[in-house]
């Protein structure tokens, strides 16, 4: 099914550890960005990437690194894990605007990071 | 700035009553806006959007109306249900070269049966 998949789904690190959170679309958008949400603050942007060899830092970027070497993927990295980045991560993904007509994200459905 | 303020949860109605939920933004232009709607344990999901003034977005019986004169874009439905308790969320996609989406900070709705 077309959408965008994120993998793992549940992950539990120790502290200091680095990981990667995966994030893979196929329709072809050129459009990615990454969010976390924590409870009562809703989502917020740690980094986004408008095509392919193109990155930039959203609202939270600190700890957090991503590439875009392809359109499709757009992998985020943990360098050293730390329990404040306790939360879930949402990818999404989308077209962009053309003639004014904006279609809005696809969201993945989420992995949920526990760091202890 | 870009922004959007809803209103704070939790809502809890009772089914088949009416629901509003509050969403004003705050931009430079004219943003796309949307609603998206999140189930216990689940990624967002896209419920609803509008492009331009007076359009109305609807679906599965919500509907939302982009007001510029008021920078709204309240969310409705008529009779709600117990399959509706989530959280909704209010979006502003202002477009241009960043094509960042601006999200509010969720509203529960809780549908009692």
């Known amino acids: 099914n077309a959408g965008v998949t994120q993998t793992p789904k549940f992950q539990v690190l120790k502290t200091g550890q680095s990981m990667t959170l995966q994030c893979a679309q196929d329709?072809?958008?050129?459009?990615m960005s990454w969010y976390r949400q924590d409870p009562g603050m809703g989502l917020r942007l740690i980094h986004y990437?408008?095509?392919?060899?193109?990155?930039d830092q959203g609202e939270v970027p600190n700890g957090y690194n991503v590439s875009r070497s392809t359109t499709e993927d757009f992998p985020l990295r943990l360098l050293s894990a730390a329990p404040s980045q306790t939360s879930v991560y949402f990818c999404?993904?989308?077209?962009?605007?053309?003639?004014?007509?904006?279609?809005?994200?696809?969201f993945g459905s989420g992995t949920r990071l526990t760091v202890v | 700035g870009n922004s959007v303020t809803q209103m704070e949860g939790p809502v809890t109605l009772s089914e088949e009553a009416f629901l509003t939920i509050n969403c004003t933004y705050t931009?430079?232009?004219?943003?796309?806006l949307f609603w998206y709607v999140q189930y216990p344990g689940e990624g967002l999901q896209l419920l609803l959007k509008?492009?331009?003034?007076?359009d109305k977005g609807s679906n599965k019986g919500f509907e939302a109306t982009y007001r510029k004169e008021t920078t709204s874009f309240h969310l409705e439905k008529g009779s709600v249900q117990v399959s509706d308790s989530a959280v909704y969320f209010c979006a502003s996609f202002p477009g241009g070269a960043t094509n960042k989406l601006i999200f509010g900070t969720g509203t529960l709705l809780a549908v009692q049966p």
């Open positions: 509008a492009t331009k003034a007076d």
């Open positions: 990437s408008v095509g392919a060899g193109i990155t």
């Open positions: 999404a993904s989308s077209t962009r605007c053309r003639g004014g007509i904006c279609y809005g994200y696809t």
């Open positions: 931009a430079t232009g004219y943003p796309s």
């Open positions: 329709m072809n958008h050129e459009y």
